[in-house]
């Protein structure tokens, strides 16, 4: 596609439930990040993929949350026992290998009642 | 650790007056500078690298390695310019992790 793409736009989980969000990052680019965007937060880094190479997961607040990026494309950010904290914006970017900007889809809202 | 301080969480300006956004950053190496814009209900987006030196929408930022700072500027402040600023250095795709780290943001309010 012609840039990041993320899914759902919006999603309203209840407290304790498991869920799953999706980017698609630009085809071709080999980094794939997750960002966190809290209301009054700034950008909090969750999660990196670069290649084949082992994930920097240093982001990650708890073992709630995990992600996978299989073959070397999407994306998926797992929440797991959703707590209200974990209310939030979602973001997910994409860069290419040899390249040093990164794009960002619009965001996953995330509302935990 | 690298670390980038954007000091001011808010800055409010009237229409035609210049604006200043800070930025300062710690490194251990020599960082690539970006500002990132994000309007309401937009994509955060790139605004601007200080290694193309160029000014975009009116803004410029001047990288001062002896103060390592990269504070992004406008003479002339215009209402479509109100959003959330983020300053990010990066360390290269060789530095440890590659983590793009963002400062904490300035939302710019414009006033007519």
């Known amino acids: 596609g012609a840039g990041v793409s993320q899914s759902p736009s919006n999603k309203v989980t209840e407290k304790g439930k498991d869920v799953e969000l999706r980017c698609d990052p630009i085809s071709g680019h080999t980094a794939l990040y997750w960002y966190r965007q809290s209301l009054g937060q700034g950008l909090e880094f969750l999660i990196y993929?670069?290649?084949?190479?082992?994930?920097?997961k240093s982001g990650l607040p708890s073992d709630r949350f995990s992600a996978e990026r299989t073959g070397g494309s999407v994306s998926t950010l797992t929440i797991q026992r959703t707590q209200q904290e974990d209310s939030a914006v979602y973001l997910c970017?994409?860069?290419?290998?040899?390249?040093?900007?990164?794009?960002f889809g619009e965001g996953s809202w995330l509302t935990v009642v | 650790a690298q670390r980038v301080t954007q000091p001011e969480k808010l800055l409010s300006v009237f229409k035609g007056a210049p604006v200043e956004l800070k930025c300062n950053y710690s490194y251990s190496g020599s960082p690539e500078l970006f500002w990132y814009v994000q309007y309401s209900r937009q994509r955060l987006q790139l605004l601007l690298r200080?290694?193309s030196r160029e000014s975009i929408k009116g803004f410029t930022a001047d990288l001062n390695k002896g103060e390592t700072s990269f504070h992004l500027k406008k003479p002339f402040a215009q209402e479509e310019d109100s959003a959330m600023y983020y300053c990010a250095p990066t360390w290269g795709i060789k530095a440890a992790g590659n983590k793009l780290t963002f400062g904490g943001g300035t939302r710019v309010l414009v006033k007519p």
């Open positions: 970017a994409s860069r290419q290998g040899g390249g040093n900007t990164i794009y």
């Open positions: 200080h290694i």
């Open positions: 993929f670069q290649g084949n190479s082992a994930p920097d």
